[in-house]
């Protein structure tokens, strides 16, 4: 053949075209097998793949940022409750701390203050540091989850004369780790409110929202308080705290008393293939992800505010305890994108040779005409070094006959 | 059979080989539909699917670690400004607020500051408690977005006598919310320089990267300024805060009045496949996730101060407005993996059927020589049990006929 | 044909089953490539795709929540060390700043405290703005990375009256830069005691786990500390900071001199078709995502605190240099699931298409047999359009007979 001939059949290429030579068999009995198995396949792949999970969607996440403003102020006056703690404002400059923190805010509702601490060596709390003698007490070692570092000397305990402990370097007096009463000092800080502010960007759709909508006016963000139960509510940005934590199935008070850990979650779970203003946020509040289960519960810290009294430095210590809200905002949106759909159609088509499998399975082992059947999709071709079943195969291949 | 022809069977088996029989058709316009289905569909598969989308790679995420460090000092001397705020130098120490935040920093721009508060009782500002006897002034309860908890008294307002306001329990005197000049006193915090240290971890790939690249050297990271527009100051780490904010399409002095929030986003987006070192970071300024529109904008918070005058607790208070920039670090790395790159090919074959069934439609269904063709590509099988479709069908089914 | 024959025609689709006509080929050569091929395949997507990357399972994120607590205190008293860092105790309130951050704490290993300062004129530190005379001194200019705003003065230098230096509005005296000891203040901090609560969510499976298991008790929680070589002592959730650091390599004391950022990774790496219980997670120390490579190594940052002396305000400036623990949790839990074990099975079904296409290449175009072959796979049909070939095509194309 010249070069012609093959140009010829290279340009002839492009128009042909092949299709599988195929058994049409018409039985009911596999008939019904194939059409329930290819059922099958066809409303997983359709309705659970594609419709249910939104096989169609390609998805993308969201990058956010949150700001938190807490207000609110409460007045203690409780009879009989000391001095430090009573008779005095409480306000966001007192209960805040720190001030601001990344994705998070702590409100303070109970405390141990120890105000007028300076630098000497005192008796240690006995509850930690009790001693007899002062071979109880290794100067130079630090008490145990203590306040200081021993002198070695055993003194009595100065708020409890008749009770001895070991001497410390500390800041002096040392705390007495006694929360000033039996409820959160506190505790009316349920009626507290924060104002939440979320921005996101979908940063694959370029797309960005807000929870404050663009519906909202001045005076309602004022007004609002965030109910779940309420259509408009809903959607408030401005919680109260006692209604967070209710939300989460706390108790707010009981949770004041020893402070705690409170998940907020924000959602924002959004379908670009509709109106970009269904995407809005939704606020979910975790529980049992707050670590006061039986062990290591509660959450408390210690800061202290420090200054000088003439040439000493003097600290007011707090120990606080109080409700940690972290917040995190998690949250996709899916819109429709060819590449998903078409892998998910792709491994659809595969599958549904599964249906041909097991009717072949049926047709080929299990049916009484296994023989007659298989003739028919079967063409057997023997070639010269075909492996040889026996008395069957002694004929000559096929491939070696002459054509 | 015996046993050893079981065997024999067994063995054959690794032997075979079934391929499918095939109409091969030559037709032009069959045969052209069929060309460019397929091509179509590997066009898609091989040139937007593996090339473009980088169907061939396997996609790993990042662990990232950021620390700010703010440098820059501002002396204010503005004839006519309120001595509180006038004549004195403000440093890191003053306008950085809390000193570190994980993933986050705040530089105050503009300030209220309320010396010399003690507990006590005092009028509050009559724009947000007005009263004109003491009946509009509920004892115990909070004044709304106020400063304290009422006493019940209504009280003349020592600034403006002739103004009266509920009395309430307070850090005394209370706030006055009024800035201290038109534009921002800070204003000039422009030209503060941070200096942002992210290292960056791809965990999938054991890769490790940092945005201070080692090309660069000290004096190099002391006298840059990070320029978008200029290839080698695009990789400085030191960014001036007014190239932040006009980046991000803001004007910084107006933004400064009132606050507001910056997002600063790095964004590592790798291709192991190429040379690590080519593997830098992006800096993105995002204009709009900030939460300053209309509704809710700016952004402040109050912290203070607290010391001892004698015996008394007394407290300076700070409403602090500023930028907020909050850092995220997004990315990702991609490196060729046969599963990704096996599953798309895999799709795509399937995806060739297409092709094959779009042609069988046109050739059993829409051609004039459709049963001609039909009669090729199907072998009729009719069982005993088949479905009866009428004269055509009352020959005996052929599988019950002998063989 | 009626609409009766029409309706017998649908219901038909029903009954019937379509499979492939295929050529059955027993060759040694082409079955063993055939078989090669097959079981390479069948390895690969079960043994590598389902089984080692666990392509049966659907994975999801994790949400999570951390808590520190540190403990520890240190008394220093070193001969010849300046009384402003000698003969005190630094507890929590005085090393740990800010008192919580959200995902990291910082523990202050070294620092340089200046008491004492009030705004006012003084001079620059020499090391920053030397000066012959006033002509160096830019009055209003900043001193570049210094503490003030220059006068445009040039005076001598108190602590070392030979030197001169641009006198600066600023926070006097100001900050002399250089550390109290040659090794790290506080070195001993590397006995401190951190608590890490880490709760996390698997919200796509709905299950909560904590790393302090129920199986602990408070007296394990007491005692115990984390040792990654002891298995009980592994999942102790109390970790000394020395252990931290040398789980990264990292020598405690020499960090601590200018400090560093050291990574916390927590990983859950759970299998929920498996005990629920057996996820627990893993803590890894990341050593070189710490900034201290040779460039913009160390960290530090200042803070203050404010008090009044008589009317003056007036702050001690803290330059902390210390170790930021940044702590991040990462993790992904895998469930059986139908979705992604039917991709990859549909996938791998289509793949198993090629050992088939290889073996045709041979026997079609490699075999000396290949036209018999090539006879027995086709059944070539003309249309009438076909393309020619050449003298084979003279025939009347076949589409054309009549039947």
Redesign the interface.
Known sequence: MGVL?YA??G??V??????????????????????IIQFLIVA?IVG??IIY?KGYQKFGGI???V?T?V?????TNVSGLDPLYN???W????YI????????F?VMTNVIITPNQT?GECAEDPAIMPCDTADNCTA?E??P?????MTGECVSYPPEPTLRSCE????CPVELDELPLEEALLKNSSVFTV?L?N???F?QFGI?R?N?LNT???EF??KCRYDPNNATAKLC?VFELGVLASSAGQDYAKMAIKGG?M?I?ITWDCNFDRDVHECISAIQL?P????N?E??KG?N?????????GDV?????YKAYGI?F?I?V?GQAGKFN??PL??????????L??A?IC??VV?LYLLN?R???Y?????????Q??????EEDNGPP??GST?
């Open positions: 001939s010829r059949r340009v002839a492009f128009f042909e075209y092949d299709t599988p030579r195929i058994v049409h068999i018409r039985s009911k009995k596999v008939g019904v097998i194939n059409r997983y659970y793949v999970s990058d956010s940022a700001t403003k207000k609110g102020t409460i007045y008779n005095r404002i306000d966001v400059g007192d701390q720190p001030a601001q923190e990344n994705g998070a702590f630098q130079g630090q008490t989850n203590g306040n200081g570092v410390i370097h500390a800041w104002l502010k921005s996101v960007e940063p960005k807000r404050i909202m006016d001045s963000l004022h940005p850990v998940e979650v975790l049992s992800r707050r670590p289960d062990l290591a959450y810290f210690r800061y202290a505010h420090y200054y000088y009294t430095q003097t600290r007011v210590l940690r972290m995190s998690t060819i590449i078409a892998t998910n159609i792709g491994a659809g088509l595969a599958l040779g599964i041909t009717c072949d047709v005409k023989d007659f059947y003739e028919k999709k079967y063409l057997t071709v023997k070639d070094d075909a492996f040889l079943l026996g096929d491939a054509r």
